[in-house]
């Protein structure tokens, strides 16, 4: 099937804002997810937006869903030294959860 | 408050050994997966059980087999390791089959040389 696409790499400095975009592919993914993966470990649910919203905050964290062009993005401002992960969005087709290829979050002083 | 909890952390195989990865669950969850994690390529599904009794394939499955021992466990068996499974294995699970947000295990580093 068709990838879910990511950047690989984004470095910003500490206090500025990320933006981390996704790519997907199913017009009918009614859920859209977020992931965190800190060095050695598992996969940490960010945030999550459903298909009727366009945008959804969660403190630091906004959700912007631009189902016309199938454009998913996240920002995190103020960014901190402890967001440096591997940020990855994932859609859900025909009931499986398809994951982009991470973009990997570099926050420098 | 352990989540998913995968045993072993870390395994190194000879080529043709085979091995067993264990998963368990303790947030009384039906579903549950088995993803590997390789370089640039993000996630892929091995095999998934949407409920206690059903297991089914995902988007990579050969090479290996699982079994959903009861509503707790999953485990994932190479029977014939090659050095193409050398990857990061993570198990996750969620409440129900589809649309649902899955909680993930920390991850088995499996090399195969």
């Known amino acids: 099937g068709e990838d879910v696409e990511q950047s690989l790499f984004l470095s910003v400095r500490e206090g500025d804002s990320s933006v981390i975009n996704c790519t997907y592919t199913d017009s009918s993914s009614t859920y859209l997810y977020w992931y965190k993966q800190e060095p050695g470990a598992g996969l940490q649910l960010l945030t999550y937006?459903?298909?009727?919203?366009d945008m959804k905050q969660d403190q630091r964290l906004t959700v912007l869903l631009n189902k016309k062009d199938k454009h998913l993005s996240l920002r995190i401002a103020d960014t901190q030294t402890g967001d440096s992960a591997i940020y990855f969005c994932?859609?859900?087709?025909?009931?499986?959860?398809?994951f982009g290829t991470g973009t990997r979050l570099q926050v420098f002083p | 408050n352990a989540g998913v909890t995968q045993t072993p952390k870390f395994q190194v195989l000879k080529t043709g050994q085979s091995m067993t990865l264990q998963c368990a669950q303790d947030?009384?969850?039906?579903?549950m997966y088995w993803y590997r994690q390789d370089p640039g390529m993000g996630l892929r599904l091995i095999y998934y059980s949407a409920s206690e009794g059903t297991t089914d394939k995902g988007e990579v499955p050969n090479g290996y087999n699982v079994s959903r021992l009861n509503k707790r466990e999953f485990s994932l068996r190479l029977e014939s390791a090659a050095p193409s499974q050398t990857s990061v294995y993570f198990c996750a699970s969620s409440p129900m089959y589809s649309n649902q947000p899955q909680h993930f295990g920390d991850g088995t580093r499996l090399s195969i040389l």
């Open positions: 947030m009384n969850h039906n579903s």
């Open positions: 937006i459903f298909s009727n919203m």
């Open positions: 994932a859609e859900v087709r025909t009931d499986k959860l398809i």
